[in-house]
């Protein structure tokens, strides 16, 4: 059966109301309405969705046991043919629901979704007027879904996210991640000062804690310094991570190539550089040494 929520047909077989319209009659006004009404309602009574009829005044003309069950979750309350819908609502649903109703039955289609924080339930409803022959509103319907599973999800998933942004952003849980790496690594405010060094990258270029909060261009030549810079305020202004090549000078003046990736990390309000880097050396010296060999072979 379609999805009646996604239903564009909105128009109730004039059937079910007997022509009667909203200025002429309710259910008070015919007291075999709901019998007669009733052996049309049954082909609802084993449907999963909630469905509820009502006249233009709010009575009650049928709900099937869905409903029943929903309207009880949902405030507590127990309905029955014939009954005022707004008089059975808790007080502060009344005004709300009433204006909903009046959009109904003024025809207009109305779609919402309502948490009841004292019940732990998320409802999405949706009411449309009914029509009878000469397109008059004689009354209207609507179907209640429990939608609180779907929510519980949606929040998890929002939750999950968030909490990977956080360790995203996190400056103390990428200092604690990078702390134990075998890869140079650091962090770097857009200023070019550095804020962080693993144990790998101070040793590896004879740097200390003390070290930290100075800025890239008392650590290391000027052309190096340059790059590095250079390259950090790219992965700021972009906001993507980056790949590079970068070349340094080790502790013992040995000459190194780097694989480095770099990436934006939120630090409080700042956008930093977090980054590390993959000794590639002997990789580029083979490569280099490949070239000369055939370089000569050919010459």
């Not at 059937?15 to 075999?32: D, L, N, R």
């Not at 808790?90 to 979704?113: Q, S």
């Not at 390259?231 to 980056?242: A, E, Y």
């Not at 000078?249 to 409080?268: H, S």
Request: net charge negative; proline share 4%.
């Amino acid at each position: 059966m379609p999805d009646p929520m996604n239903s564009t047909n909105h128009v109730l077989p004039s059937f079910f109301y007997q022509k009667e319209t909203c200025k002429e009659h309710s259910v008070s006004s015919f007291p075999g309405s709901i019998s007669t009404l009733r052996k049309y309602f049954h082909v609802f009574d084993h449907i999963d969705e909630s469905f509820f009829f009502f006249d233009c005044d709010y009575h009650l003309l049928y709900m099937n046991k869905t409903g029943s069950q929903i309207l009880e979750r949902a405030y507590g309350i127990r309905l029955f043919p014939g009954e005022n819908v707004l008089h059975k609502l808790p007080d502060d649903r009344k005004e709300g629901f009433a204006n909903i109703l009046r959009r109904v039955t003024n025809g207009e289609v109305v779609d919402y979704e309502l948490e009841i924080p004292l019940r732990k339930i998320w409802i999405h409803c949706k009411y449309f007027p009914s029509f009878d022959t000469n397109g008059v509103v004689n009354g209207f319907y609507g179907v209640v879904k429990d939608i609180t599973p779907k929510k519980a999800i949606r929040l998890l998933q929002k939750e999950a996210e968030n909490i990977q942004q956080d360790l995203f952003q996190s400056q103390l849980l990428f200092e604690q991640f990078m702390q134990n790496s075998p890869l140079v690594a650091w962090l770097a405010d857009a200023r070019g000062n550095i804020r962080y060094m693993n144990p790998v990258y101070m040793k590896t270029y004879g740097f200390t804690e003390a070290d930290f909060g100075k800025s890239i261009y008392e650590l290391f030549d000027a052309q190096v310094a340059v790059d590095y810079h250079m390259n950090n305020q790219r992965v700021i202004k972009d906001g993507v991570p980056l790949e590079v090549i970068e070349k340094a000078i080790t502790a013992d003046g040995a000459e190194q190539v780097l694989k480095i990736y770099k990436f934006p990390l939120l630090v409080g309000n700042e956008t930093m550089v977090g980054g590390w880097g993959v000794d590639i050396t002997d990789q580029v010296e083979l490569q280099e040494k490949l070239i000369q060999s055939i370089e000569r072979h050919e010459y």
